[in-house]
């Protein structure tokens, strides 16, 4: 088979390395990839959300099949421009991927199907919205309503803080049209978990389970960004909690997807909060996360195509998903100045200092030139290790962290120890 993969940040890298195993993959393309991907598919100079380009492609190379990565072509509706021409392709319909497009969307279908959430108002004009925080205790969570690139969710300590926070989102447009609407929630405490799921509409199979470290800085400092390192399994993360999720989560947003005329297929990634008062649902997305997908997809047992089949099929009830007993660290290394100004270009060292299979390196923003690995975006590579246990893990990546180097690299030196 030949298989296309959109986007091109270390959570495709993770994607193409799991399909590349597939014995039935006989040839990757990647949209537009980087230079890790490179070494293991071929990179096609498309952007991600150039859909019809994509799905021009697809039909001239006679594509099998299709994965998207990436939330934005999802919103623009690419997996219902490859349907409509008969493509084979692996991901939620427009109007299922509103799930994450519009957090507004995804708040009010968990208020109407009784899924555990925060409390929370929505807002469209920034007066009325700073009203409101007038008579609200703090800290509170403030929301861009659309995609913001993981960043236009703010933790807001006082009046003024929340205050700012409206403003920028509505009025400044920091976040562009993403800001049209605010999501002002109550702030949870408690500790965040990751579950990513495969569906096929009818039914879902959850993943096992992963942590994020959104913040810049050790000790959860700094400002937010796309990610700074992850890790599988959640310490926290416990049988009976996950009985809990299924009942009450997992299977009543799918059952409710599909009561709103919008079945789900694809990707549900559940973004949750384990707190004194049960677990609510923080956020979803319609994709894997990144880097979530760097310490998920190595613990995956099997054939990731053929679970990816299925769900397009509509027959993942039929398939058995396994999952090694080990664990997975990834510690992100990025630019300095990340998630705010950066400088690219800087050649990459050490990269041919890896050999252990225990060890994987995702790339995130690099790029060739002259023959060299170089720097090109705000989190660069992604730094997996894995053992049989979190501990291992930890030490694992870190040793792999340690031979690579570049300009002002940066990456959090407490990654899996929450």
Not at 14 to 22: G, P
């Amino acid at each position: 088979m030949k298989v296309l993969v959109v986007g091109s940040g270390g959570r495709e890298h993770a994607i193409v390395w799991k399909l590349s195993q597939s014995k039935k993959v006989d040839k990757i393309f990647c949209a537009p990839g980087n230079a890790g991907i490179a070494q293991l598919a071929e990179c096609v100079n498309i952007k991600a959300t150039d859909i019809e380009a994509l799905a021009d492609f697809a039909q001239d190379k006679a594509i099998d099949f299709t994965v998207v990565g990436m939330d934005d072509p999802l919103m623009l509706g690419i997996v219902d421009v490859f349907q409509e021409r008969g493509l084979k392709i692996f991901g939620p319909t427009k109007n299922a991927a509103i799930i994450e497009g519009s957090k507004s969307f995804s708040k009010n279908l968990m208020k109407k199907y009784n899924i555990p959430t925060a409390n929370y108002e929505v807002f469209d004009d920034s007066k009325d919205a700073l009203e409101y925080l007038k008579s609200q205790s703090f800290p509170i969570v403030v929301k861009a309503d659309g995609l913001a690139l993981g960043k236009g969710v703010l933790i807001c300590n006082n009046y003024e803080e929340a205050k700012e926070a409206v403003i920028d989102i509505m009025e400044n447009k920091k976040f562009g049209d993403a800001g049209n609407k605010v999501v002002i929630e109550e702030f949870l405490v408690g500790q965040e978990v990751s579950v990513l799921s495969f569906c096929d509409g009818d039914t879902i199979v959850p993943m096992v389970s992963a942590q994020d470290h959104k913040r810049a800085l050790d000790n959860d400092q700094g400002l937010n960004t796309g990610g700074m390192g992850t890790f599988s399994p959640s310490r926290i993360y416990t049988q009976e909690i996950q009985n809990y999720c299924m009942e009450k989560i997992f299977k009543p947003t799918l059952e409710a997807m599909k009561k709103e005329g919008r079945p789900f297929t694809g990707i549900l990634f559940f973004g949750l909060m384990v707190t004194e008062n049960g677990v609510k649902v923080l956020e979803y997305n319609a994709r894997f996360g990144d880097p979530e997908a760097q310490v998920v997809l190595p613990r995956l047992k099997g054939d990731l195509l053929e679970i990816l089949e299925a769900c397009v099929d509509k027959r993942l009830h039929e398939i058995k998903v396994e999952w090694e007993d080990n664990a997975a660290v990834c510690v992100v290394l990025a630019s300095g100045g990340y998630p705010l100004s950066y400088d690219t270009g800087f050649p990459i060292f050490g990269l041919d200092n890896l050999h252990e299979n225990n060890m994987i390196v995702f790339h995130a923003g690099t790029a060739k030139k002259d023959d060299q690995i170089v720097t090109n975006g705000g989190r660069v590579l992604g730094v997996t290790g894995i053992a049989k246990t979190l501990d291992e893990a930890i030490r694992t990546a870190y040793q792999g962290v340690e031979k690579i180097r570049f300009e002002n690299m940066h990456y959090r030196k407490d990654i899996g120890i929450k």
